[in-house]
DNA sequence: TAGATTGTTAATCGATTAACAATC
DNA sequence: TAGATTGTTAATCGATTAACAATC
């Protein structure tokens, strides 16, 4: 959030829970629940009945009143907050462990996310497909992004490759970056971060082992 | 925290940015910087001093008064408090994409942790090696924990799985579970749980992409 | 000394929680 | 109607940021 943009209404802690609150209507839908309320969801998701009314309040999910949240009408308003209505084609730098992993978590196709290219250096991933995604090779970063117009990058390599790719992303147009690699990035205050530090799950887990 | 257990001085922000200090004062170390201070760090990380002063004044980092932090001390304070300064040893349930990734991860082995073991019911998988560690299968579960006296479980399976497995780990008298299924898991209060869900990252950096 | 820094208290900001009115 | 719920404003809590004193 730059001092430009308007000031979004709703909190990073009400994004988070979103994915959250998605599957739970998704599993009430096929129950075949057209209404749940608060307390109800307060209880499957072990959340207080008034964070699950503020935060659907906020992304525009339609009520009736005295009988709770429309599910059908609250599941499309969350994929619209999201832009998970529809399919984003995104790609994917580095082969590893972490990102052959993100390549076969299928789960990705509800969350808005399609990846549909693989780079890699290594000359013996090149070339191949991982879970049925093309790797080429990182010299062909540019062209196939350029010719693709992809958007949105995940990145999952060492933290010593990381800035210099993202400087070559930036130049063609990508626009969001999900990263994997345990570096804070450098990019123009127009292109979307999301840095993801593993360590820092396992951090709290041994803070809160620690204290009881 | 429950309302008995004494109320920890340390924000969960905090402990989060832990591992981000660890790893520049590891660098700082490696290139023979004794002392360094919170503005060449805020320069280093992207966060602002007195984030930092704070930070570390709340693990009980060392110092030198008008010369900064000594880097040696500090690593030593970061990763006392984070219980990092000996190897836990901790297990694998589910060997699939996600789990198969984090055993491939040798960066835990500076952050703590030592997988030991790992678990699965599919015969493909039992009785294999990954990544040097050794698979059982989900029915040897109980008497390995007890037999290696193992306290911190890493859950990698599918959420339909995740709640009983984890009422059969609680029996064990498992202290700790890293949770990556999406689930909020219901334990005694005397464990700890760190739940991870890898769709908040992503509804966040979609939702900065929808507002840029 | 001057200046850069830590140390410490106060102010601000943002998110959560509480309270209660309005509704059907 | 009574009661359960949403809707909305206020209070609380916690984390971040600012301000400035103390230090060498």
Same mark, same amino acid.
């Given at each position: ?30 129950? !075949? ?73 299928? !789960? ?55 800035? !210099? ?35 820092? !799950? ?11």
């Amino acid at each position: 959030m730059n001092r430009f943009s308007a000031k979004s209404a709703i909190s990073k802690q009400t994004i988070r829970r979103l994915p959250q609150y998605l599957r739970v209507f998704y599993d009430l839908h096929a129950y !075949g629940r057209s209404l749940v309320s608060s307390t109800d969801l307060a209880a499957e998701t072990q959340l207080l009945p008034i964070v699950i009314k503020k935060d659907l309040q906020a992304v525009g999910a339609p009520t009736k009143l005295r009988a709770g949240f429309k599910v059908a009408g609250t599941i499309e308003a969350i994929e619209n907050f999201l832009g998970w209505d529809n399919l984003n084609k995104a790609f994917l730098i580095g082969t590893g462990h972490l990102g052959s992993a993100l390549l076969g978590f299928s !789960g990705f196709q509800n969350h808005g996310l399609e990846i549909v290219a693989a780079f890699d250096t290594n000359p013996e991933k090149v070339g191949q497909e991982i879970h049925g995604v093309q790797v080429y090779h990182t010299a062909q970063l540019k062209s196939i992004i350029k010719a693709k117009k992809l958007k949105i990058a995940v990145l999952a390599l060492p933290g010593s490759a990381a800035q !210099g790719i993202t400087d070559t992303l930036v130049e063609c147009g990508v626009k969001a970056i999900w990263n994997f690699a345990p570096v804070k990035l450098s990019v123009p205050e127009d292109v979307a971060v999301q840095q993801e530090d593993i360590a820092s !799950g396992l951090a709290e887990l041994c803070a809160k082992l620690k204290s009881n």
